[in-house]
């Protein structure tokens, strides 16, 4: 079943937090997914450093170095200058500077250990158990950025484990993160003819296809907009998603619209979520003038619009 969140704020005024406030929206929605909980994080790097986050799983201490230690001996060798770092929970986060080929850093960093996200202004934060387990794990509450995205998951294909849970990060592109509820049916005829040019995937988890997907349209120089249009023709079966980027946000509905999704807008926010109790926890004891978006459309939001 699963459920998906997502919010941008466009000013600075927030009553929440972004992780606040994801957290407030899955909560609300947890029932649809009480296996694992995820947020993608958007803050922006004023630097343009990229920030990475592996996964060490629960390891010794002593293990957990080793881990560390061959990550940071492998990100020296392909050019990146680590200029911070910290263990928090069972991940490795770091923050490098960078001048090569993101592309090809994330599939060599992904051959030496597993990639949560890499980007400028992504984190990606995910674990078994509820909104309120992760956030006790990885401090999310304490997050303050510009948008976001979350989801909770219920396992159906797939084993309970914090590498299986949304969000995903469009592997090989900086930035890009999707959460997804559905499933795409041609997946395979779609990830071959992406592998065919190259790509890699690190899972054979559908919403990973398409994050990818849509990074690939956006690197040729597609707007984020048109990109959702063509997805909707371009990806076979049941799906209502969210995808944001560096500046934006967006959401796309198959024509069936079979998975749900409610929206509320005003002009310091917008937010999506599977439910509507999710948007009533950000204005709690009010009522909202919300819409359903219809069958097949798609919508992108960012914080000059």
Not at 77 to 91: K, P, R, T, Y
Not at 94 to 110: A, H, N, P, W
Not at 176 to 197: C, D, F, P, S
Request: net charge negative; glycine share 8%.
């Amino acid at each position: 079943m699963c459920g998906i969140a997502g919010i941008m704020y466009r000013g600075d005024d927030q009553a929440f937090g972004t992780g606040e406030a994801l957290i407030r929206m899955l909560d609300g929605c947890q029932h649809r997914g009480p296996d694992s909980t995820g947020f993608a994080l958007y803050a922006p790097e004023a630097s343009g450093r990229l920030k990475l986050r592996f996964f060490l799983g629960e390891l010794s201490a002593r293990d957990s170095q080793g881990a560390i230690d061959a990550i940071r001996a492998r990100l020296i060798e392909l050019g990146a200058v680590i200029e911070q770092e910290a263990s928090v929970g069972e991940n490795y986060r770091v923050t490098v500077r960078f001048e090569g080929d993101i592309q090809k850093l994330s599939y060599e960093m992904e051959h030496a250990a597993k990639v949560i996200s890499i980007g400028t202004s992504l984190e990606i934060v995910k674990d078994v158990g509820s909104a309120h387990d992760v956030d006790d794990r990885y401090d999310v509450h304490e997050f303050r950025g510009t948008h976001g995205l979350g989801h909770v998951r219920l396992a159906t294909e797939s084993d309970v484990k914090p590498e299986a849970s949304h969000p995903f990060w469009a592997t090989g592109f900086a930035d890009v993160a999707i959460v997804h509820n559905g499933q795409i049916t041609n997946y395979w005829k779609m990830r071959r003819r992406l592998e065919q040019r190259d790509f890699e995937f690190t899972t054979d988890n559908d919403s990973e296809l398409i994050a990818v997907y849509l990074a690939d349209k956006l690197a040729q120089g597609v707007a984020l907009e048109d990109a959702l249009a063509t997805s909707i023709d371009d990806l076979d079966g049941t799906f209502s998603f969210l995808v944001s980027t560096r500046d934006e946000i967006g959401y796309a509905k198959d024509r069936l619209a079979a998975k749900p999704m409610i929206m509320y807008q005003d002009d310091d926010l917008v937010a999506i979520a599977s439910e509507e109790v999710s948007l009533n926890r950000l204005f709690p004891g009010q009522a909202l003038n919300t819409r359903e978006p219809a069958p097949g459309t798609y919508a992108t939001w960012s914080r000059s619009t």
